[in-house]
C-alpha cells in the first residue's frame, strides 16, 4: 500500500493556513524559546484582546491577569500559577488537559511538542460537554438523595439510616469514643390514623421530625425506619446525655394541627435508649434499644427506657 505523500505546494499551503485562522479551535504555535510565533483569530481572541507584543507564553499569561481574560487563575496569583505551570510545559512530548477560563468556557488543551523544539497547542471548547456533565452529575446526586430520603419526613430512610449506623460504629470503635442510640415510636399512632385520617398521622410524624430538629444537634441523625417508629444516633455521648437529649425533646411538646380548620391532635412518644458496646454489631444494639423501647411500652408509653445489656431488663429513666 502506497504510504499518503501530501502535496504542499503553495495553494495547498495557503488553504492549510487560512483554514487553521478561520478553524474554531485555538491553535497557537510557540517556538523553542516559548515566544508565540503563530495564533488563529480564536486563540487571539481568547488570549491577546488589546495585547500589542511581542509574546511570551509568560506574557500572555500575565497580559491576561491584568486585563480579565484567558485562563481562570486561582485567587488572582498569576505569578503563582507561572510558577507552578512552566516547570511542566516541556516535561511531556504530549499532554492534554481541561482547563476553565474567565468567560466561563472550558477548553480541552493538546500541547504537542516538536522536533525542532517548538510547542503546538490546539484547545477545543468543551463548555457544552461540562454543562451536560454537570447536569447528569446534579441529577445522579439527586437521583441519590432521593434513594436515600424519606418522602414523607424528608429525614434519612431505612436503608440510609442503617448506612449512618453502620458508620458510626465503625468510627467510635476507631476513635473509642461513645455512641448511643434510640429507638422512637410515636405512641397509639393507629388510633391517630383511624380517628383524625391519615392526613392528620402524617402531620404528626412531620411536625416530630421539625421538633426533632430544633434540638439535636449537627451531628447527629434521625431517621424514619417505617410507618411511626424512628432511630436517633447520638455520637459522642453516655447514656446520661442521650437520655437527657430524648427527654429534652418530650418536655413540653405541642399538640399539632394537621389542618388549620381542623382540631388539634396531641400525641406521645416512648423511647428506648441504649449505647455501643465493645465488639458490638449493629444487630446487638438494635436489639438493646428495642427492648428498652418495649419496656416503654410497657411501662405506658410517653417514657423512655435504658437498655444495657442482653442479660439485664432495660432500666427505667428516673424523672
Known sequence: MTAFCPDLDDETLRCLVEA???SGQA??????????RYANETYQGIFLQGGEGPFTFIEILRHGARNGIGVRIDEGDVEALIARTLPRCRSQPRKSFETDFRDSRWFWMDHTILPNGWVLTVAADITGLKH???TLRQAHEEALAAARTDQL???PNRRHILDLLNAA??????????LCVAVIDIDKFKGINDTHGHEAGDAVLQHFTRVCREWLRVRDHLGRMGGEELLLLLPEVRFNEAVRIVERIRDGFPAVRPRSDSVAVSYTFSAGVTEALPHGNRSSILYRADRALYAAKAAGRNCTRIGFDHDMPPTPVSS
Open 27 to 36: 491553535i497557537s504555535f510557540y517556538d523553542a524559546e516559548d515566544r508565540l
Open 20 to 22: 487553521l485562522t478561520k
Open 153 to 155: 419526613t424528608g429525614l
Open 169 to 178: 460504629l465503625a468510627a467510635g470503635t476507631a476513635t473509642s469514643s461513645n
Open 132 to 134: 451536560n456533565e454537570k
